[in-house]
């Protein structure tokens, strides 16, 4: 397997599910929506949900998997698809608590009583850049996209609360008009960048860009200012913020997504 | 014609077409969902769906009016009603420059051009705080809820961007869980609060609770603290901070609603 096969999101999940593809998914399946993901126990399903509706640029909710026991994902978005296996990589949380990182899968911890919601990712309108002539800096050179914790609050809905996680890719500053307008329709998707330009690191309580608390460090060149947009390891923070949250959360590795068989041009704007 | 009579939606629009309700509309036909309002130059229409779609706290989208040069309300909302005429009080502004406030109508300044957008108004759950015992301090006074501009940044769409307006009302902090759980599922009228406690004037940059920038001064209790929601006059401070935002905008005068058929009960939640 290359990851030059990995063409639809089907070929994507079971790449993760057999353990072979480790890697963040950026630009892998382009034609499809990729999602960012968090395991829950049932009890907080209401609270979340009004998370996501609260705050729908960082948790943009695409779908849930209710069914008592049953990881399989709505086959309107994945067929066969399971939320346990078929992300290159889990961590998992224990009262708020990291207590084991990337992992191929999150079967030993689903159980009866988990829930996983599926909410939208940046990566999916990456290829409508890519195809303005603005493919975003980490592909071009091969890395995970550069995430930070931001000083933006949620707001709070129930137990659930903490701050928003954002990602980032670097442009010149007269490229940023039309990043906005590619990336405005894409509501599910983050939409358009919520910051940018030389001081907006500052204002969101960003001490240091080439220091990312999640992916790899990125590379300006010289004339860029980071553009930063709304990100789905948000819920990932929230697990370890909320201090009523108790029991396993789980999320996916940060830009390791669950592709799901749903087509970008077929999604919600 | 007396506050007490106008027991319907019908009732409060009549009285302000007429001219003979100039007040708030806090209390009036408790039963029925009360809107904000914001009126634009068609084109930037788009751009401001994007913007409430990305800012649901603050501007929870109810409808919209987009039939060239037709002030009629969406029967479905407000039967005969007109949003040029139907609010107590407008406020007008050019260019993002205030020209005319609290208008008894706005029909002067309405064009072929214009589209009117209706905003969820935190009015719509008072009645239910009012029936659990925990009547708006405001109410009580019969004075118009104290309305500030807050640091937090609204996520841009297109040329709009700005800061969230937030509505305030005392409690004491033992019945702060109360307040949020009755508030909650009115999502559609900005639903929980966003920030609460002696310290949450600070944090959100409002420099002196007894100095509201909308509304009248607010009374706090001993032991009661300052609880803030999400406000529906936010579209108007995104009117006078949006640069881009060229021509003729109308917002109602705060605290004086449009007030709709729709009962509360069959309000998405």
């Given at each position: 397997m290359t990851r030059t096969t990995l063409?639809?999101?089907?070929?994507?999940?079971?790449?993760?599910?057999a353990g072979e593809l480790k890697a963040p998914?950026?630009?892998l399946c382009p034609a499809h929506v990729q999602a960012n993901l968090l395991i829950i126990p049932k009890k907080y399903a209401e609270d979340f949900r009004g998370l996501c509706k609260r705050n729908p640029v960082s948790c943009p909710l695409l779908g849930e998997n209710i069914a008592h026991g049953n990881p399989q994902i709505d086959p309107s978005l994945a067929k066969d698809g399971d939320v346990t296996t078929d992300a290159p990589?889990?961590?998992v949380y224990l009262d708020g608590k990291?207590?084991?990182?990337?992992?191929?899968?999150?079967?030993?911890?689903?159980?009866?009583?988990?829930?996983?919601?599926?909410?939208?990712?940046?990566?999916?309108?990456?290829?409508?850049?890519?195809?303005?002539?603005?493919?975003?800096?980490?592909?071009?050179l091969g890395k995970n996209v550069p995430m930070y914790k931001s000083n933006i609050a949620l707001f709070p809905s129930g137990i659930f609360s903490g701050n928003m996680v954002v990602s980032m890719r670097p442009y010149p500053l007269e490229?940023?008009?039309?990043?906005?307008?590619?990336t405005r329709p894409y509501i599910q998707a983050?939409?358009?960048?919520?910051a940018w330009g030389k001081d907006a690191a500052k204002r969101l309580g960003i001490s240091d860009i080439y220091k990312p608390d999640f992916g790899d460090a990125p590379v300006l060149k010289e004339?860029?200012?980071?553009?930063?947009?709304?990100?789905g390891v948000t819920p990932q923070l929230v697990a370890?913020?909320?201090?009523?949250?108790?029991?396993?959360?789980?999320?996916?590795?940060?830009?390791?997504?669950?592709?799901?068989?749903?087509?970008?041009?077929?999604?919600?704007?």
């Open positions: 063409k639809t999101a089907l070929d994507v999940r079971l790449a993760s599910r998914t950026a630009g990589g889990y961590n990291p207590v084991a990182e990337d992992q191929l899968d999150c079967k030993e911890w689903w159980t009866e009583d988990s829930v996983a919601f599926l909410i939208g990712c940046s990566f999916t309108f990456e290829q409508a850049l890519t195809d303005a002539g603005l493919m975003p800096r980490h592909q071009e490229d940023i008009e039309r990043v906005r307008d590619i983050h939409g358009e960048p919520v004339g860029e200012v980071p553009v930063f947009w709304g990100c370890m913020s909320s201090p009523d949250l108790k029991g396993i959360a789980i999320g996916h590795a940060p830009g390791k997504m669950l592709c799901l068989d749903l087509l970008i041009k077929d999604m919600d704007q």
